[in-house]
């Protein structure tokens, strides 16, 4: 590479304001990371227990106005209402990320995004080639392709605490839009019977949701009940309902009001006021009581286990999860180093990236509901979907953990690095800005 070629740094340490706005999410990603294993251990040791019809029973309760076709299973409100929530997050999240984040560069932009794409086409890829004999096995061809966000930096905050924190970044936007993309495909391929007359009627409480927060109203006595009407109308046009969550959150907006802060208070925008509020109810209930009513599948002892985990869709999920995450993330990360003018940081290698890819193979939440939309909830190909989602999430988990690890010291020294920096200039260490970027900000 010549000296005059312009060169732009793979995982280098972004804006400040960006950095305290995601070190703030991961405090909370975090917490609900540990929530939703309780949750998750909960489940199974209640499923597998003397208790499980209760669980079962739990689980398959009726509640809802039959009137308006939602007398639903607590465990389809979970998957479609709780959910809804945690879609919202996501999507404002993305949105904050693209229109006033640091990826509103598309430099800074096509490496999350080309890692996240490569983290769902090879395991998606993987899953086919083991289960393309089956047309069955063959629909949850999805299941492997999410990441989960909490469960990932939750594994992060116990073996990463010096972790550069553009590698944390990286791993929450990456996280973030691979559950754009997994909406997607929960909309497009999962949508077996569509009503186009629901669904045009959703448009109508969707726009008065966008006109009132355009115009900045926040009183949830006006946005809720749109918001319901929304997801209602969208569940009974057959698509998936957790789609409302991601439409309603992109007609929020990001950019504060201008003059918004000028009695001295910091604004964060409408976009920043509902992540905010609505952020510990998503990591902190919703999807733990999602995990807790979804994860729980009758093992029956090791004879059991060993049956599912041998069968072709859990060998397609844990190969997806481990390998087909690995590969596809560090391969997308290394074609755009080689064929754009992108070079790691200072201070990182490519083990680094090994170790994150590794940790892209967390999958849960989305993951689970896939899984039930593919195969049926409470069916064998599901119970077995299941398990592999909870064995490879635990086993990649496992190999990240080691990678990461063995860097341990030199992400201290890193992290001391990035302390006298900060200090030097009266700033912070989690946001200070590499000399490689100070023309950014």
Do not use: C
Not at 38 to 65: F, K, Q
Not at 189 to 212: E, G, V
Not at 214 to 231: D, E, F, Y
Not at 289 to 296: C, E, N, Q, R
């Amino acid at each position: 590479m010549s000296p005059s070629t312009p060169t732009s740094a793979l995982f280098g340490r972004g804006s400040w304001a960006e950095a305290r706005r995601l070190a703030d999410i991961l405090r909370q990603e975090t917490v609900g990371g540990t929530l939703l294993l309780a949750a998750t251990v909960a489940a199974m040791i209640w499923a597998n227990s003397p208790w499980s019809p209760a669980y079962e029973a739990l689980r398959d309760h009726t509640v809802g106005p039959a009137v308006l076709h939602l007398d639903l299973p607590l465990g389809v409100w979970a998957a479609d209402g709780l959910l809804a929530i945690f879609f919202f997050v996501a999507g404002l999240e993305l949105k904050r990320e693209f229109v006033a984040g640091d990826l509103r560069e598309p430099r800074r932009a096509v490496v999350p995004v080309a890692a996240a794409a490569g983290g769902v086409i090879v395991p998606a890829l993987i899953y086919l080639a083991v289960n393309h004999a089956d047309a069955t096995a063959a629909r949850g061809w999805a299941v492997p392709t999410a990441t989960d966000i909490a469960f990932a930096l939750a594994v992060l905050a116990v073996v990463g605490r010096n972790l550069p924190s553009a590698l944390r970044t990286f791993l929450l936007t990456l996280a973030v839009v691979d559950d754009l993309i997994a909406i997607a495909i929960i909309a497009v391929f999962y949508t077996q019977t569509l009503h186009l007359l629901p669904l045009a009627a959703a448009m109508i409480p969707l726009a008065a949701f966008a006109t009132l927060v355009q115009r900045r109203h926040r009183s949830p006595w006006l946005l809720l009940p749109l918001a319901a009407a929304t997801w209602a109308l969208v569940h009974a046009s057959g698509i998936h309902a957790t789609v409302a969550g991601v439409l309603l959150a992109f007609t929020v907006p990001v950019r504060p009001r201008p003059g918004g802060g000028a009695r001295g208070e910091h604004d964060p925008g409408l976009a920043g006021h509902f992540e905010h509020r609505l952020r510990p109810i998503s990591a902190g209930i919703a999807v733990p009581i999602f995990a807790l009513l979804s994860a729980g599948v009758t093992i029956g002892g090791l004879t059991g286990l060993t049956a599912a985990l041998t069968s072709p869709v859990a060998v397609g999920i844990t190969a997806g999860l481990v390998l087909g995450k690995t590969v596809g993330v560090l391969a997308a990360t290394v074609l755009v180093a080689r064929f754009t003018a992108a070079e790691l940081d200072e201070g990182l290698v490519w083990s680094d990236i090994v170790g994150l890819s590794m940790l892209a193979g967390v999958g849960f939440t989305v993951s689970l509901l896939i899984g039930e939309l593919s195969f049926g909830a409470g069916n064998e190909a599901d119970s077995h979907a299941k398990i592999a989602v909870l064995a490879g999430s635990v086993l990649a988990a496992v190999l990240a953990s080691a990678v990461l690890r063995a860097r341990a010291r030199v992400y201290k020294r890193i992290a001391e690095q990035e302390g006298h920096d900060g200090d030097a200039d009266g700033i912070p260490d989690v946001y200070a800005v590499s000399p490689a970027h100070t023309s950014d900000h």
